[in-house]
């Protein structure tokens, strides 16, 4: 008998792995599929794939079996590991479903599934690596002008999307999804959300 698996990860809270759950459960429903086994971790993706309990699951599954994620960034920490861990599925028979991308290899041809997971994957890398530059090339700029960087006592509580405020309007202003937003910095919707509350970010325009 096939069996549908669950991955779920997250770098550290609980609420996020529970919505995550909650949204492959209301796919599920939806798809008429039934999830028969969860695996949950709440783990930086920086870790290696044991620690992230990829290597447990590849040795579980069986051929005809199905494996579903929220989203193809839970499976890799970068576009290079996404494809290897989505070869091996195919190696070993098992289709992928990942919700947030529309994949579903249960359905789609092999060679679309792979074009659209290699894209999607490959922007996103992209994507990140572009902020990394700009911002490091802007760091770079304050220093030579003889900008004291880091905040003043007293001001808002420090956020690791706050070197990103300016990339963040931009995104915006282009009419990219805030949730894809979230995903290419790498952070949930709800952080982002609630940054984007905090630092009076217009989100209208």
């Not at 919700?99 to 890398?125: P, V, W």
């Amino acid at each position: 008998m096939n069996t549908t698996w669950a991955y779920l990860r997250v770098s550290t809270s609980r609420q996020e792995l529970d919505n995550q759950r909650l949204e492959i459960l209301n796919f599920a429903n939806q798809a008429g599929i039934r999830v028969d086994e969860f695996v949950e971790v709440e783990i930086s993706s920086r870790k290696t794939t044991e620690e992230r309990r990829i290597d447990e699951l590849l040795a579980r599954l069986a051929p005809g079996d199905t494996v579903v994620v929220s989203e193809l960034s839970r499976l890799g920490r970068s576009l290079g590991e996404m494809v290897q861990i989505v070869e091996q599925l195919n190696e070993k028979e098992v289709a992928l479903i990942a919700i947030k991308q529309g994949i579903n290899t249960r359905s789609d041809s092999d060679m679309a599934s792979k074009c659209i997971i290699y894209l999607s994957g490959m922007f996103a890398e992209l994507e990140r690596d572009f902020l990394s530059q700009r911002t490091k090339n802007g760091l770079e700029r304050a220093k030579a002008q003889g900008k004291v960087l880091g905040r003043k006592k007293g001001s808002l509580g420090k956020s690791k999307m706050d070197e990103h405020v300016d990339e963040i309007k931009r995104l915006i202003t282009l009419k990219v999804p805030k949730a894809s937003v979230a995903k290419i910095l790498g952070v949930s919707r709800q952080a982002l959300y609630k940054f984007i509350e905090s630092r009076n970010i217009d989100v209208a325009s």
